[in-house]
């Protein structure tokens, strides 16, 4: 099959394991970008159960191919540090990227919502909300908690899902600030745990979350350097562990800059 067909069989197939509407009120677009946008759109609404081979190669297929559309980004592990870099999670070559996850765990179930939870299950594939519905069974991920996957469609190796606390109001109390740095600390033991030794943070809490973007990010930076120079102590050179605090708006660009060039 070429491209457009491959994107069209696994249209069909989620359509009609779905009993999907969106074909009926839309139609299947004849571009390649409105065809990537209703398979998108049905991914994020799927409920996790068994997939068939094809299907899953074909939609791997396709997924692989937006990846080489985007670029990869390798972020090189050469000694203990902490950078900035300003994009696309999604296209990040490291061992682990940080989800800002909902408590249900199994990714954003809004159709082409902008959120970067919709953004990495997407990228990932359907196989990503299927682990993840299998690690939790049902359960929820508690505010601060996280939990690990593989990548499979990413360029990275793992994902890690953390839930950050959500503020109504924007202004977050003591428990809610804890809860939040306990959010980079879960990810970064569970990332030490299995082996990571490079992994970029999202800007946990902020957007959807309401979390007042410059208090999260004084959190975000203090709590990884305390872990860092724990870590730093307790690993050799030759395991030196790189954290990329990657951001996609200017505002928290100019934020996260100015906070590690104070220290």
């Keep these: 099959m070429d491209r457009i067909e491959n994107i069209d069989f696994c249209i069909r197939y989620l359509l009609e ?61 050469s000694k203990l540090k902490i950078e900035i870099w300003q994009g696309d999670i999604t296209r990040l070559k490291v061992d682990a990227i940080v989800n800002a996850a909902n408590s249900r765990g199994l990714g954003c179930w ?14 990932a594939g359907l196989q990503l909300r299927q682990e993840c519905n299998r690690i939790l069974q ?14 499979y469609n990413l360029p990275c190796r793992h994902v890690l899902h953390t839930v950050g606390p959500i503020i109504p109001n924007g202004v977050p109390t003591r428990e809610q600030e804890e809860q939040l740095a306990n959010c980079y600390r879960n990810c970064l033991d569970l990332a030490e745990a299995n082996g990571c030794r490079s992994i970029a943070f999202c800007c946990i809490s902020t957007g959807e979350f309401h979390f007042p973007n410059r208090r999260a990010a004084e959190i975000a930076v203090k709590t ?20 990329v605090f990657n951001v996609f708006k200017d505002i928290d660009y100019d934020i996260y800059r100015e906070l590690l060039a104070k220290n």
Excluded at 113 to 122: E, F, L, Q, V
Excluded at 231 to 243: F, G, K, R, W
């Design 17 to 77: 394991i779905e009993n999907s509407k969106l074909e009926i009120e839309t139609g299947i677009p004849n571009d390649l970008q409105g065809k990537q946008r209703l398979l998108r759109a049905l991914m994020n609404i799927w409920e996790p159960q068994p997939l068939n081979e094809a299907f899953l190669r074909a939609q791997d297929a396709e997924l692989q191919a937006q990846l080489q559309d985007k670029g990869v980004v390798e972020i090189e592990n």
């Design 110 to 123: 809004h159709p082409l919502h902008a959120c970067i939870d919709n953004a990495i299950h997407s990228a």
């Design 138 to 151: 049902g359960q929820t991920v508690a505010t601060g908690g996280a939990i690990i996957t593989p990548a």
């Design 224 to 243: 990884v350097k305390d872990c860092t120079t724990t870590y730093a102590l307790t690993h050799s050179h030759n395991n030196a562990l790189t954290v």
